[in-house]
């Protein structure tokens, strides 16, 4: 075996003996494999063509019938229903804002007069259609008369007057004074009933008959000063309950202002005279 026998060259048998002994041994790896496919296949799943595993449930997503987000994104709708009119005297849509004269210029304004208003206090006007005011400005506060900041100079101090275009006939008509401090040093304003006086006539009307002022017979007919800081704007705001007045606390016509246009005036002093109108409406 080890020393063939034949005319050619050893070598020679020995490569013939390992060429076959190759493929003896790769026919026996190829039916051992197919052997073990066999068996393998058969004990996949049972009772399944192919033996393909089960195919996994899909869990649907949310349906159409669940909760849907309406709300746009961005945070809460900032659109205003108020109306209101300049006191240059033409109607003008404007907020209804108003405030109290505390000392961070919020809070509410309270006291009710024999004249049938009662008085807001100070604070922040926000600029639009029927301010002068910028957005930006700092709150304003009350301040008693004897406080050590100066009076306001004529020609630092622009006087607005606003009042919505119109008001149901449950509505109080609210009148705001605006005063906007166009100088650089703070300084403080009277705006009390007797220094800007308020007066609500009939509009149309020949006599120019009064209906209501505010200098008729307040509750405080004092002065009411405000801190107006540098470059800012404030509104003071009054509340008519409809009521009419007479002059130095007289009886006043029985009964309340009827439906219809009126003309809202305001008069100080060394300020041209502010005017707007509103309207009362029937229902």
């Not at 050893?10 to 493929?23: E, F, H, Q, T």
């Not at 007069?113 to 006007?125: E, F, K």
């Not at 040093?185 to 006086?197: R, S």
Request: charged share 20%.
């Amino acid at each position: 075996m080890r020393n063939p026998v034949g005319p050619l060259p050893s070598s020679i048998y020995w490569r013939r003996r390992a060429v076959a002994g190759l493929l003896v041994v790769l026919l026996a790896a190829l039916i051992a494999w197919a052997v073990t496919s066999v068996n393998g296949g058969g004990t996949k799943d049972d009772g399944k063509p192919g033996g393909s595993d089960p195919v996994e449930s899909i869990t649907p997503g949310p349906g159409s019938s669940g909760p849907k987000i309406t709300q746009r994104p961005g945070g809460r709708d900032e659109s205003e229903d108020s109306e209101g009119s300049e006191g240059s005297g033409g109607s003008d849509g404007g907020g209804d804002t108003s405030g109290a004269g505390s000392e961070d210029g919020s809070g509410s304004g309270t006291g009710s007069g024999s004249d049938g208003t009662s008085t807001g206090g100070a604070d922040t006007a926000g600029a639009g259609n029927g301010g002068t005011g910028s957005g930006g400005s700092t709150a304003g506060r009350q301040v008693p008369a004897n406080s050590p900041l100066p009076e306001c100079k004529p020609g630092a101090l622009e006087l607005t007057l606003r009042t919505k275009v119109s008001y149901g006939p449950d509505d109080r008509p609210k009148f705001e004074i605006i005063a906007r401090n166009t100088s650089s040093a703070a300084c403080k304003t009277d705006l009390g009933p007797k220094n800007v006086v308020l007066t609500v006539t009939e509009a149309g009307e020949d006599n120019d008959d009064v209906i209501w002022s505010s200098k008729d017979c307040p509750a405080a007919p004092g002065p009411l000063f405000f801190q107006v800081p540098a470059g800012a704007t404030i509104v003071h705001t009054v509340d008519w309950n409809r009521a009419r007045s007479a002059p130095n606390c007289a009886t006043p016509p029985p009964g309340k202002a009827a439906p219809g246009t009126y003309l809202l005036e305001a008069k100080a002093p060394d300020t041209p005279l502010r005017r707007a109108s509103f309207v009362l409406k029937k229902d």
